[in-house]
C-alpha cells in the first residue's frame, strides 16, 4: 500500500522541485527563457518525439509483416507444388522411356504378361468401362471449420474423413472393380489413404473436395455389387446419416492414370516359380481383398463379372507421354 | 516555437528517416515509449505547477528511457522480462494518469 501511495503521492519528477528550491523561484517560472533552455527543451521533445514516431511506425509495419510472410510461405507451396508436379511429368516420361526399353529388350509373348501386370499393379495407365462415383460433403459444411459436426453431436451435416473414403474404395475392390482413382490419383497396394488435418491425402497428395473415385469394372455388375458390399451400405448410411453427398453413375469408357510413386524399397520378388510366368509374389491393387484382380498372363475375368473381354483393362501407358 | 520545431522536426526524422531498428532493441521500444511520455507529461505538469526546468526535463527523459530499458532488460536475461516489462509500464502508466490529472486540475480549475 504505501508503495502505491508513493506512486501515486510522486508521480512528478522530484527533480523540478529541487532544482526550482535551488533556484529559489517556485511558482513562477513557466517555460525556459534562455535559448539554451529553448534549445534544450526542443531537444528533449524532439527526442521523445522520435522515439514515439519510430515505434509507431515499427508497429505499422510489423502487420504488413505478417503479410509478406504469409505471402512467402503461399509462395512457397505454390514453388513446392510445381516442382513436385515438374517431378512427377519427370517421372512420368522415365517411365515411358523405361516402358519403351523393355518393350526392346523383351519379346513378344512375355510382354503381354508385363502389360497386365503392370495394369493390375497400377504402374500402367489403364482404360475402360466402369463407374464413377463422385463424393463431396454436404452443402452446408464449412470449407474451413475446424469443429466437426459429427464429434461435437450434430446430425445435421458432416463432412467426408480418410476412413470413409478407405472404405468406400475398399467396397469398391470387393465389388470387383480391376483399378481405382481417386481425383486422380491411382491407388495400388502401397497407396495410402490418411488425412492430415481436414484434408484426405491419397499418395500423400492433398486432395480437394468433391472426390471423384473412378473405378474401372463391370459396369452393368459394378454399381449393383458396390451398393450390396460393405462400403456401400457405409456409404449409404454416410448419405442418410450425415448428409454427405455422393452420385454413383456408370461410364462407358474411363481412362485412369498410372500411379506415381510406386517402388519397392525392401521387398524383392522371389525367384520365378517355373510355369506362371509371373513373379509370385502377388502384386494386388486391393488391400483389402485380392479376388478382383488376376495378374496372370490369360485374360481371366474377374470373379464377379462374366464377361471377360470388356472389362480387362487395357494398356495405354507407354504411348502416353 | 524552439519547442515546437523541435517536436515537429522529431516527427520527421521518425517518419522520413525510418531508422532500422536493431532487432534486439524492439522488445524495449514500447517500454521507451511509455517512458517518454512519462517525461513528456511530467515536464508539461511542472511547466504549469511553474517549476520547470529544462536540464531536469532531458535528463528525466533520457534516464526514464535507459533506465526501463534496462529493467526489462535485465527481466529477459533472468527470464521474467514480461513481467518486469508489465510492471513498468503499470508504474510509468500510473504517473502518466496523476500527472494527467493534475494538468487536469491546471486546465479546467477542477
Keep these: 500500500m504505501t508503495l502505491l501511495t508513493t506512486m501515486m503521492d510522486q508521480s512528478l519528477d522530484e527533480g523540478y522541485a529541487a532544482a526550482a528550491r535551488a533556484r529559489g523561484e517556485v511558482g513562477r517560472r513557466r517555460l525556459p527563457t534562455t535559448t539554451r533552455g529553448k534549445l534544450l527543451l526542443g531537444a528533449g521533445l524532439a527526442m521523445a518525439a522520435v522515439v514515439v514516431t519510430i515505434s509507431g511506425v515499427n508497429a505499422h509495419d510489423a502487420r504488413p509483416e505478417l503479410a509478406k510472410e504469409h505471402d512467402a510461405l503461399v509462395q512457397r507451396v505454390t514453388d513446392a507444388t510445381a516442382a513436385a508436379d515438374k517431378l512427377q511429368h519427370q517421372v512420368e516420361s522415365a517411365r515411358a522411356q523405361v516402358d519403351a526399353e523393355q518393350q526392346k529388350a523383351l519379346h513378344d509373348g512375355v510382354d503381354s504378361g508385363l502389360a497386365s501386370l503392370d495394369a493390375a499393379v497400377g504402374t500402367g495407365a489403364v482404360t475402360g468401362p466402369g463407374v464413377k462415383l463422385v463424393i463431396d460433403d454436404p452443402a452446408d459444411a464449412g470449407t474451413g471449420g475446424g469443429i466437426d459436426p459429427r464429434t461435437s453431436g450434430g446430425f445435421s451435416g458432416g463432412r467426408l474423413r480418410d476412413r470413409d473414403l478407405q472404405l468406400v474404395v475398399n467396397g469398391l475392390w470387393q465389388a470387383g472393380a480391376e483399378a481405382v482413382a481417386v481425383n486422380g490419383q491411382r491407388l495400388t497396394a502401397l497407396s495410402p489413404i490418411r488425412a492430415a488435418g481436414d484434408a484426405i491425402l491419397v499418395d500423400n497428395r492433398p486432395l480437394v473436395p468433391p472426390y471423384t473415385v473412378l473405378a474401372i469394372g463391370d459396369e452393368k455388375v459394378l454399381p449393383a455389387a458396390f451398393q450390396e458390399s460393405m462400403g456401400g451400405h457405409y456409404l449409404k448410411l454416410l448419405q442418410d446419416s450425415y448428409g454427405i453427398r455422393a452420385n454413383l453413375s456408370g461410364q462407358h469408357a474411363l481412362s485412369l492414370p498410372a500411379a506415381v510413386g510406386f517402388a519397392l524399397r525392401l521387398a524383392s520378388p522371389l525367384p520365378d516359380t517355373p510355369g506362371t510366368g509371373a513373379p509370385s509374389a502377388q502384386p494386388s491393387g486391393a488391400p483389402a481383398t485380392s479376388t478382383p484382380l488376376s495378374p496372370s498372363a490369360s485374360p481371366s475375368p474377374s470373379p464377379t463379372s462374366g464377361t471377360p473381354a470388356p472389362s480387362r483393362p487395357s494398356r495405354t501407358g507407354a504411348s502416353k507421354s | ?110
Excluded at chain 2, 532493441?25 to 521507451?32: C, E, G, K, R, T
Excluded at chain 2, 520547470?52 to 527523459?61: I, N, T, W, Y
Design chain 2, 1 to 110: 516555437m524552439i519547442a515546437v520545431l523541435g517536436l515537429v522536426a522529431g516527427v520527421i526524422v521518425g517518419l522520413f528517416v525510418q531508422p532500422s531498428v536493431p532487432p534486439a532493441v524492439v522488445p524495449y521500444l514500447p517500454i521507451a515509449v511509455v517512458a517518454a511520455l512519462d517525461a513528456v507529461f511530467g515536464g508539461v505538469r511542472a511547466m504549469l505547477d511553474g517549476i520547470f526546468d529544462d536540464k531536469v526535463f532531458v535528463v528525466s527523459f533520457l534516464s526514464n528511457v535507459v533506465v526501463a530499458a534496462l529493467i526489462v532488460f535485465l527481466g529477459d536475461q533472468l527470464g521474467v522480462g514480461s513481467q518486469l516489462s508489465t510492471g513498468v509500464v503499470v508504474v510509468l502508466g500510473i504517473r502518466i494518469f496523476s500527472n494527467a490529472a493534475a494538468i487536469r486540475r491546471h486546465v479546467f480549475r477542477a
